[in-house]
């Protein structure tokens, strides 16, 4: 099965991490905080969070063991890293901040996620979490829409595309309802300038379309890639450069003393 591609992630290392450093100027500071990045990717940024917020203990959550395979790089007192599907994976003991950057899209359920990630905070801990929320351009509508056509939908075994993502201020009530005394929410679009539209292709390489290569073979997703670029290309025009306007939503939420 096809595991994430670090290198094809990184194509857009500079962009991507834009939301991360946003997100992470969310998080209120403490004293020996112990923290989870859940969906850690290559631990880069998870050791960032790691020295910015001086963790005592900080673990960093991911199942792609090539992802990971860089985070021994990072390694630093009170870090590590552990391979584990979040879907499984719980902390041993209750935590300070629970975040998580660009992953939390990969799970479904998003009230019962919140629910159980709130479940896991000490008095006084942190949720902060940033999912994609671009569900609706052409970069992820065009791959849907081709996977239920002849001849991926077959090869897809009936498996359909869709986003768990919810609407900002579905989640403004999530973490009202949940307790967070205090929340900030908020939905923002990143304006990525990419050298021409095709490059959004490269971009969803590296995220979007690792799910659909994982589920066929070498020879299908060749194809399928072809006819995403001809398909999303007459779609977006050929541009020079393109601006790719990405939406996202950044949460943050402070359960009470
Ligand atoms: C878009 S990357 C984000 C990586 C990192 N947080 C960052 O800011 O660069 C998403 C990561 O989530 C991980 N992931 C997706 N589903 C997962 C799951 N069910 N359990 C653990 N990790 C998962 C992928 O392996 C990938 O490394």
Redesign the pocket.
């Known amino acids: 099965m096809p595991?994430?591609n670090p290198a094809q992630?990184e194509r857009f290392k500079a962009e991507?991490?834009l939301?991360?450093h946003d997100l992470l100027a969310l998080v209120e500071p403490g004293q020996d905080m112990r923290a989870v990045?859940?969906?850690?990717?290559?631990g880069?940024?998870?050791a960032v969070l790691h020295k910015r917020l001086g963790c005592q203990e900080t673990l960093g959550?991911?199942?792609?063991a090539a992802?990971?395979a860089r985070s021994a790089a990072f390694a630093a007192p009170g870090l590590s890293f552990v391979q584990?599907?979040?879907?499984d994976?719980h902390p041993p003991a209750p935590l300070d901040l629970v975040f998580?950057?660009?992953?939390l899209h990969?799970?479904p359920e998003h009230p019962l996620l919140l629910a159980k990630l709130h479940g896991w905070l000490a008095r006084e801990g942190q949720l902060a979490v940033q999912v994609p929320a671009n569900h609706d351009h052409a970069s992820h509508t065009v791959a849907w829409e081709l996977a239920e056509q002849p001849p991926f939908a077959a090869a897809l075994g009936g498996w359909r595309g869709g986003s768990p993502v919810l609407k900002p201020e579905a989640y403004s009530q999530l973490l009202f309802d949940l307790g967070f005394e205090r929340q900030h929410l908020r939905l923002q679009v990143y304006s990525h300038v990419l050298p021409s539209s095709s490059d959004v292709v490269e971009w969803v390489k590296g995220?979007l379309l690792t799910d659909i290569e994982a589920r066929l073979s070498p020879e299908m997703f060749a194809k399928y890639l072809a006819r995403y670029r001809q398909v999303l290309l007459e779609r977006l025009g050929e541009r020079r450069p393109y601006q790719f306007a990405f939406k996202r939503i950044l949460m943050w939420g402070r359960l009470p003393t």
């Open positions: 595991d994430w992630y991507r991490a939301p991360f990045d859940l969906g850690c990717g290559t880069e940024p998870t959550v991911d199942r792609s992802m990971l584990a599907d979040m879907v994976w998580s950057n660009a992953a990969w799970l995220s």
